[in-house]
């Protein structure tokens, strides 16, 4: 990194999307994550104008809420055309360890000598709020022989470091998914053209995701989205299961999820009636093979 290491000449990025979030609350998220890279790029989703005046940070006021998807996309071209090596992909509410771009890059550059084709590394997440590791149910990923370094079929956007030579030959995100299943999609992409999703445990991410968790029928603990966030779960999956680099087990487990959902979560979730409506829609509109913002 040109600004925090004499020795490394290279230039990292970060990509921070954000959507409505108090200008107070957006200024410590770029604090949180300016001491570890080089430049700082917010992608405002919001229709209210953020303004910095730090010189390392640039904003881009889109006036609008364009999608994760989208925001993700015009912030990887503009780091990169200032000259950025790597862009660190952030959500607003995620918050860095002080040694994660650092062990991130680390992973890189082992992985690199080792041999290897990294395509995105990320970091180990955390629920920020309870302390409890993520971990995946189904695909847990394999430790990369003579590292600690697990290779993954996907993980999540926030914390992800992507290096530009990658992203000359992948591009950016899917933009017409908007939100939802934007990091899994990039990640099977990435595999789909031959590189390695990384995950390296040592460097950790504290997350949110969703708006906590219930317990349904007294046997399954499940996430509570925003209702309209179904809409696009129910949408997305339909479009990802279509394509060739989706993996199996991902389309058989959307499959199991989407009924579980339909048959429970109207019964059992607060909403339930207008969460139905939004699947309903997102499963109409999947199938009619509309992209972009709910209509």
């Not at 590292?147 to 290096?163: K, W």
């Not at 959307?254 to 339930?272: C, E, I, T, W």
């Not at 997102?282 to 199938?287: Q, R, S």
Request: hydrophobic content about 40%; some cysteine.
């Amino acid at each position: 990194m040109t600004t925090n290491s004499g020795s490394d000449s290279r230039k990292i990025s970060a990509v921070l999307v954000a959507y409505n979030m108090p200008p107070a609350e957006l200024e410590q998220a770029v604090a949180n994550i300016a001491s570890q890279v080089d430049a700082v790029v917010v992608c405002n989703n919001s229709a209210t104008a953020f303004t910095y005046t730090a010189g390392m940070v640039d904003v881009l006021n889109f006036q609008d809420n364009l999608g994760v998807a989208r925001a993700q996309s015009l912030g990887m071209a503009h780091a990169f055309k200032q000259g950025a090596d790597f862009v660190l992909q952030m959500d607003q509410d995620s918050v860095a360890d002080e040694h994660m771009v650092a062990r991130l890059v680390q992973a890189y550059d082992e992985l690199c000598h080792g041999g290897h084709k990294p395509g995105l590394v990320g970091p180990q997440d955390y629920d920020k709020l309870t302390g409890a590791v993520s971990q995946p149910r189904i695909q847990k990923g394999q430790v990369i022989a003579g590292t600690d370094y697990i290779s993954l079929s996907e993980t999540l956007s926030s914390g992800s470091l992507i290096p530009k030579a990658v992203y000359d030959v992948v591009g950016g995100m899917d933009d017409g998914l908007f939100i939802d299943a934007v990091d899994f999609e990039y990640c099977w992409r990435l595999r789909s053209h031959g590189y390695r999703v990384v995950k390296n445990p040592a460097a950790l991410l504290g997350h949110r995701l969703g708006e906590g968790r219930k317990k349904v029928l007294g046997l399954v603990w499940v996430g509570l989205p925003a209702p309209f966030r179904h809409y696009y779960a129910f949408r997305n999956a339909l479009h990802l299961m279509k394509r060739g680099y989706t993996p199996w087990y991902w389309r058989f487990s959307s499959l199991a999820k989407m009924a579980f959902k339909l048959l429970v979560y109207p019964f059992a979730l607060d909403q339930g009636a207008r969460r139905l409506g939004y699947m309903l829609r997102g499963i109409k509109d999947g199938l009619a093979g509309r992209y972009g913002p709910m209509p």
